[in-house]
């Protein structure tokens, strides 16, 4: 057991490694430089971990979800242990609520109230950290997220969860351009298929994030 643990955690830092060097061509020290990490101005955002996707019963379950589930548990830990403000969402749209473009083009929504559309019991929010519904890629959206931030002081998002280049990228780009800099997770993030997810890494690298791995969060939270 020991040694197929050793071997999960290895295959999951090459993973890391070859993204990372992926989007290498489109990182910019300038750009890290001037967009430091700051713990006591940050806050984790964990994005759609709903049973929904995480469920291997599911139809949308992303078999690429099971490769971000200890990273973004890591973090979720460090936060906790720091007092970093954890946020969650939760994607569902309630019956009585138009599904707009969402149902139209996928044909399919998730249902406020049903058990898919539940936070995965292993990354349950404490009672005190705030999650916020949303029927939109962009947790910005119809959500009170960005006054949430601005009341607490917040300036920098640390971004988890799925689909990367859905709702993750999509929120990562709102968060830039409200003013927030955005951190990333390259392997705290997960989509339907490699492709997509490393292809919306390059882009947000290039033009709204900062990419960075777990272990060099949590590195930069015991300094």
Same mark, same amino acid.
């Given at each position: 057991?020991?040694?197929?643990?050793?071997?999960?955690?290895?295959?999951?830092?090459?993973?890391?490694?070859?993204?990372?060097?992926?989007?290498?061509?489109?990182?910019?020290?300038?750009?890290?430089?001037?967009?430091?990490?700051?713990?006591?101005?940050?806050?984790?955002?964990?994005?759609?971990?709903?049973?929904?996707?995480?469920?291997?019963?599911?139809?949308?379950?992303?078999?690429?979800?099971?490769?971000?589930?200890?990273?973004?548990?890591?973090?979720?830990?460090?936060?906790?242990?720091?007092?970093?403000?954890?946020?969650?969402?939760?994607?569902?749209?309630?019956?009585?609520?138009?599904?707009?473009?969402?149902?139209?083009?996928?044909?399919?929504?998730?249902?406020?109230?049903?058990?898919?559309?539940?936070?995965?019991? $292993?990354? &349950?929010?404490?009672?005190?950290?705030? =999650? !916020?519904?949303?029927?939109?890629?962009? #947790?910005?959206?119809?959500?009170? *997220?960005?006054?949430?931030?601005?009341?607490?002081?917040?300036?920098?998002?640390?971004?988890?969860?799925?689909?990367?280049?859905?709702?993750?990228?999509?929120?990562? $780009?709102? &968060?830039?351009?409200?003013?927030?800099? =955005? !951190?990333?997770?390259?392997?705290?993030? #997960?989509?339907?298929?490699?492709? *997509?997810?490393?292809?919306?890494?390059?882009?947000?690298?290039?033009?709204?994030?900062?990419?960075?791995?777990?272990?060099?969060?949590?590195?930069?939270?015991?300094?």
């Amino acid at each position: 057991m020991r040694r197929l643990e050793r071997v999960v955690r290895h295959n999951g830092e090459t993973r890391t490694r070859e993204i990372l060097k992926a989007v290498r061509p489109y990182t910019s020290r300038r750009r890290s430089v001037r967009h430091k990490f700051r713990p006591h101005e940050a806050a984790l955002l964990v994005i759609d971990m709903q049973r929904y996707f995480l469920d291997e019963s599911s139809h949308a379950y992303l078999p690429d979800s099971g490769h971000i589930i200890e990273n973004v548990q890591s973090l979720i830990s460090r936060c906790r242990e720091r007092s970093i403000p954890i946020l969650f969402t939760r994607h569902a749209h309630r019956n009585a609520e138009d599904t707009g473009n969402m149902g139209t083009w996928w044909g399919d929504v998730i249902r406020d109230g049903t058990g898919m559309s539940r936070i995965d019991s $292993r990354f &349950a929010p404490l009672r005190k950290e705030k =999650v !916020f519904r949303k029927t939109q890629y962009s #947790a910005f959206v119809g959500t009170g *997220l960005e006054r949430w931030l601005r009341t607490m002081g917040v300036s920098q998002l640390l971004i988890t969860g799925v689909m990367t280049h859905l709702c993750c990228e999509t929120t990562a $780009r709102d &968060a830039f351009m409200k003013g927030f800099d =955005v !951190f990333f997770v390259v392997d705290g993030t #997960a989509s339907k298929t490699p492709d *997509l997810h490393l292809s919306s890494i390059k882009t947000l690298t290039d033009g709204f994030a900062i990419p960075v791995s777990t272990k060099e969060v949590l590195k930069w939270m015991r300094q």
